[in-house]
């Protein structure tokens, strides 16, 4: 009988333990911190997305705007040394001049023009991207708060302002390249609104005292 008792224990050594294990399927689940915590994440980001999605882009059309502005800033000034670099030679190729002989004048002028028109060019196609920028900016202010407008309105009137200032030097650009005898019929502004700006102010150049050493 013992052996018997023993032989039965035998081949199933671990069966009143195993017996006492609850079922596999009603095991308590292990925890996993981390993909928690990234599903969690995941989670509040796309909620914050949901949520600040359209003030996202109004801020982004106002921050383009803003950027491009400054870029029209930098290429005016590239425009502007490049005309300022031009007024003498134009002025020398046309009367003599003491510190420029005429050929040497004309050599400048050459070279000088082509620059110029080349920087203008530049500076037409930025004004056009300010001007897009401006007509999405608009559309984007009639959706924010009165308090919010008003903020960003200043954004877009210096934007203005810039069209205006850049359009009065650009004028004194075509005005100095006609002197110089180049054809300015592809450097148009038609296009192009926000005022034609004041050509009062010319750095000392006049076109009729140029015209009076012929």
Do not use: W
Request: aromatic share 4%; charged share 35%; hydrophobic share 35%.
């Amino acid at each position: 009988m013992e052996q018997i008792r023993f032989g039965t224990v035998a081949l199933k050594p671990h069966g009143d333990f195993l017996a006492k294990l609850p079922a596999a399927e009603t095991r308590r689940p292990r925890h996993r911190p981390l993909l928690c915590l990234v599903a969690a994440v995941v989670s509040l980001v796309v909620l914050c997305i949901c949520v600040e999605g359209p003030a996202g882009v109004e801020a982004g059309a106002f921050k383009d705007l803003s950027k491009e502005t400054k870029k029209l800033k930098k290429k005016e000034k590239t425009m502007k040394k490049y005309r300022k670099k031009l007024k003498k030679p134009v002025s020398c190729s046309i009367s003599s001049c003491m510190t420029m002989s005429r050929s040497k004048a004309e050599t400048k002028v050459k070279k000088y023009a082509a620059l110029l028109e080349q920087a203008m060019q530049t500076v037409r196609e930025y004004m056009m991207r300010v001007q897009s920028k401006i007509a999405t900016a608009e559309q984007s202010l009639q959706t924010l708060s009165p308090k919010k407008q008003s903020k960003k309105k200043k954004k877009i009137n210096k934007a203005h302002e810039r069209l205006q200032k850049t359009t009065a030097e650009y004028n004194k650009a075509v005005k100095l390249l006609k002197d110089a005898g180049r054809n300015v019929d592809n450097l148009s502004l038609a296009s192009i609104s926000g005022g034609g700006g004041n050509d009062d102010d010319d750095d000392g150049y006049d076109e009729r005292d140029v015209r009076r050493k012929k």
